[in-house]
């Protein structure tokens, strides 16, 4: 089966040409029928707010939360991780509807505005020994979300140590005392969230983990991943650029 992905809004786009490009068929899901033609979905980055209220309007919210309850995989980019979450602060007035599932909170705006977007290099050591290449991921962050507490099952894959210019008030408040240090990328069965977009850079080792993270879920069925193009799921392969990214 192909691999969804949320197209309410946001970088959906980015992502199934990320997936295009390592030869794995994208399909866009905007109604809650069009989930049982996928075997896992991504939930892109976009705005959080907005998309809530787009899957509200098409009624997509119980669909998405019993595909988590299946045990589907699911990948949650910005946005994305903020919907997986099972608490979210920073919120706008009167919240909004999450998907939950990840044993974590997470800040809506830790990261401040979109005027504070930044670049960062992670260390990402539990993906580099998984899908090889450097042990840093450059992460794109746009108005990004930050994860300041997980659960005892929840897997830690990258953190970011926050120099103060790029904290907010309320955000400060909330990790006084902290060794200002805070998570933006986590697994969690079959649940993946990162508060960055690894769909705007050229590595592509996230979605390959992403990709064998589902095959492994689906217990390494042929049909569970639709290739095409003959597309192989290695790092060292060379993608095709066929959307403006960060080199």
Request: aromatic residues 8%; contains cysteine.
């Amino acid at each position: 089966m192909a691999v969804g992905v949320l197209a309410l809004q946001g970088s959906f786009n980015e992502h199934i040409a990320a997936l295009r490009r390592l030869g794995v068929k994208g399909v866009e899901i905007r109604k809650p029928e069009q989930l049982q033609g996928v075997s896992s979905l991504i939930i892109p980055g976009g705005e959080s707010t907005t998309m809530a209220k787009l899957a509200e309007f098409h009624n997509l919210f119980p669909a998405l939360r019993e595909f988590v309850k299946m045990g589907k995989p699911v990948w949650g980019t910005c946005a994305g991780l903020i919907f997986l979450a099972d608490k979210v602060t920073g919120q706008k007035a009167g919240g909004q509807d999450l998907i939950g599932g990840l044993d974590c909170t997470v800040h809506r705006n830790f990261f401040g505005s979109q005027i504070q977007s930044f670049e960062a290099d992670l260390s990402v050591p539990v993906l580099a020994s998984k899908e090889g290449g450097p042990d840093t991921f450059h992460g794109v962050f746009i108005r990004a979300p930050a994860v300041l507490e997980v659960g005892p099952e929840v897997e830690v894959l990258a953190d970011y140590p926050v120099p103060s210019d790029k904290l907010m008030d309320q955000a400060q408040e909330e990790n006084k005392g902290s060794e200002k240090k805070v998570i933006v990328a986590v697994r969690q069965g079959n649940l993946l969230g990162t508060a960055f977009h690894p769909e705007l850079t050229v590595d592509s080792r996230w979605h390959t983990y992403f990709l064998k993270m589902a095959s492994e879920i689906e217990g390494g069925a042929s049909n569970s991943i639709v290739a095409v193009e003959g597309g192989d799921l290695t790092f060292d392969q060379q993608p095709k650029n066929d959307l403006p990214i960060f080199q």
